[in-house]
């Protein structure tokens, strides 16, 4: 576990909670500035093909998006940096706006398939994609690179892997396209075999 994640998160206010429903609290101590990402967090978020994104605004009401697109649309730059592309057609600029003034971000990356989630805090930023025509065209797909507006980027501070419990698994067409193929093809083959045995 990232222990800059939970010295973050565990405030005064979540602590006297939990002394007062468990008895202890775990504050954390000497944790470092920032977590950086690591191999299995990098592959985790490559494999993605969405996630929800948590901001704040200046009313102090939080505001959570779903990002989805190809996998991985959201791309590890370096170990402390992601990058993803906003296309034209958001017009409501939710998170554009809410970063502008508040640009703590809280990411959350489900793989419902394996039962495993991933959680990131950071500071986000958007910058206009003009500003940076090498690196669309790194992170985006050839066909959809005119219509990229802004590059959402974040500065991660930290991760925290959470347990599988209560993730009900799900899956995409083509996983289960996967698991179902074989037992079509043997479907086909039964049913080939039938035929001919009726004739």
């Not at 991660?156 to 799900?170: A, E, G, H, L, Q």
């Amino acid at each position: 576990m990232a222990t800059k994640y939970l010295d973050l998160t565990f405030t005064d206010a979540v602590c006297r909670a939990q002394e007062q429903y468990y008895g202890r609290a775990g504050k954390i101590a000497g944790a470092p500035e920032r977590d950086p990402l690591g191999q299995a967090e990098a592959e985790f978020i490559a494999a993605r093909d969405s996630f929800y994104l948590g901001s704040v605004n200046e009313s102090g009401w939080p505001y959570i998006q779903h990002r989805g697109g190809p996998q991985g649309f959201l791309r590890v730059i370096n170990e402390t940096t992601l990058a993803f592309a906003d296309y034209k057609g958001n017009r409501q600029l939710l998170t554009t706006g809410n970063v502008s003034v508040n640009n703590r971000v809280a990411l959350f990356l489900m793989d419902y398939k394996n039962r495993a989630r991933l959680k990131i805090l950071g500071h986000a930023r958007v910058e206009d994609a003009r500003d940076h025509p090498g690196l669309i065209e790194q992170i985006t797909d050839p066909k959809m690179q005119s219509s990229v507006e802004r590059l959402v980027f974040i500065d991660v501070v930290s991760f925290d892997w959470n347990c599988p419990k209560y993730i009900t698994p799900r899956y995409s067409a083509e996983e289960v396209e996967e698991y179902v193929g074989p037992l079509k093809s043997r479907i086909a083959e039964l049913e080939a075999r039938l035929h001919t045995v009726k004739l």
